[in-house]
């Protein structure tokens, strides 16, 4: 325990004091107010959080991807910041850190490449969409986005660790199928994930625990969307369904998910899910066209109010420091960029809300 207090005494104060310049209400009531996407870059670079990145930048002449840009550079620049704070951190845990965002560049640039080829005509938006990771990084996302096909996104992921998954999907997938890009997130949530945790035990006994909460449960409600989208869109049969699943437990066992893969379709499989530990979350959904979206909703939002009380469960000095930070920063930057959106499209405030991860 003393050990693990000096670990993260220093690490947690500097995390506490900047989680304290995260968005409050009151920041995202006056942000749907803005009518202009420079009116909103121009209140966040008043902000604690954000002026800094904001420093400098002629606000006038932004347009929303440089903004978008501008922000996940900022949460990498806090990545890297925690790195340092953490002198004693083991490397396999800093290129996790850094591989799960690599990870989510990788999937939307083969949706971008199989699928949204109008993306393709300018790199000035892909360059939005993805996290500029550096010399971290282990392959280009631009130069995947940018593939004509399959032949050429594996050359341009040839001796990188992602090949190999990717190629086995392909081999497996043989019909241009829409479906195929679904499939190839999966298999790389199940590939990098249970490495992710496995990371974590470097960090000892109590961090590891808590570990094994934060990203179980985000493998949980991964494992549960995963499923309700195979039982919608997908034709697999019950034990190839079970074989994708990721194979980390927290609130979910081996027997409830293979009764979930062998529901007869996706309204048997809901019904399970709200009768399930999660039950109160998923509450009210129904197999219509506004499935996929609203599970992807539940999934964040519930994800967001744990982290958020992550600490009160954990404290500070522990690693729930670092799942607290970034978890929050993540979905506020997704929820800035919703409400950039709205205001583009002159949504209404009230409407405005319901696209967002934070709930008021």
């Known amino acids: ?136 990084a282990l392959i280009d996302p631009i130069k995947v986005a940018l593939s004509s096909g399959r032949e050429e996104i594996l050359s341009n992921l040839e001796d990188s660790p992602y090949y190999g ?33 496995e990371s974590m035990k470097k960090m000892g006994p109590k961090n590891y625990i808590i570990g094994k909460r934060m990203i179980g449960q985000r493998v949980d409600l991964i494992n549960l969307e995963w499923i309700v989208r195979v039982k919608k869109f997908y034709a697999l049969r019950p034990e190839e369904i079970y074989n994708s699943i990721i194979p980390v437990y927290f609130r979910l066992n081996t027997e409830y998910l293979r009764q979930l893969c062998e529901a007869r379709n996706v309204k048997e499989c809901l019904n399970m899910i709200m009768e399930g530990p999660y039950g109160e979350d998923f509450e009210g959904l129904s197999d219509d066209n506004e499935l996929p979206h609203r599970i ?42 919703s409400i950039i959106e709205g205001v583009r499209y002159k949504i209404k405030p009230d409407e405005i809300k319901n696209y967002l991860i934070r709930t008021f």
Request: no cysteine; hydrophobic share 45%; aromatic share 12%.
């Open 1 to 136: 325990m003393a050990s693990n207090l000096m670990t993260f005494s220093g690490v947690s104060a500097k995390l506490a004091a900047m989680s304290r310049d995260l968005l409050k209400k009151e920041d995202y009531e006056a942000l749907m107010m803005e009518t202009s996407v420079s009116g909103v870059a121009i209140y966040l670079q008043k902000t604690p959080m954000y002026s800094e990145a904001l420093n400098g930048i002629e606000i006038e002449q932004l347009h929303r991807r440089d903004i978008e840009i501008i922000l996940k550079a900022d949460y990498i620049k806090d990545i890297e910041k925690f790195i340092t704070f953490m002198v004693t951190l083991d490397k396999s845990i800093v290129k996790s850190l850094f591989m799960r965002h690599e990870i989510e560049n990788l999937k939307l640039a083969i949706r971008n490449a199989l699928i949204e080829v109008e993306a393709k005509k300018t790199v000035q938006y892909l360059k939005s969409k993805f996290y500029d990771l550096g010399n971290r």
């Open 165 to 197: 998954v990717i190629r086995n999907v392909f081999v497996s997938h043989r019909e241009p199928d829409m479906n195929v890009i679904g499939v190839i997130e999966n298999a790389l949530d199940k590939w990098f994930l249970p490495k992710f945790l």
């Open 296 to 337: 992807t909703e539940r999934v964040r939002r519930l994800l967001y109010r744990e982290a958020k009380r992550s600490l009160l469960v954990f404290g500070s000095f522990s690693i729930a420091s670092f799942f607290h930070y970034f978890y929050l920063k993540e979905y506020e930057i997704m929820d800035i960029i």
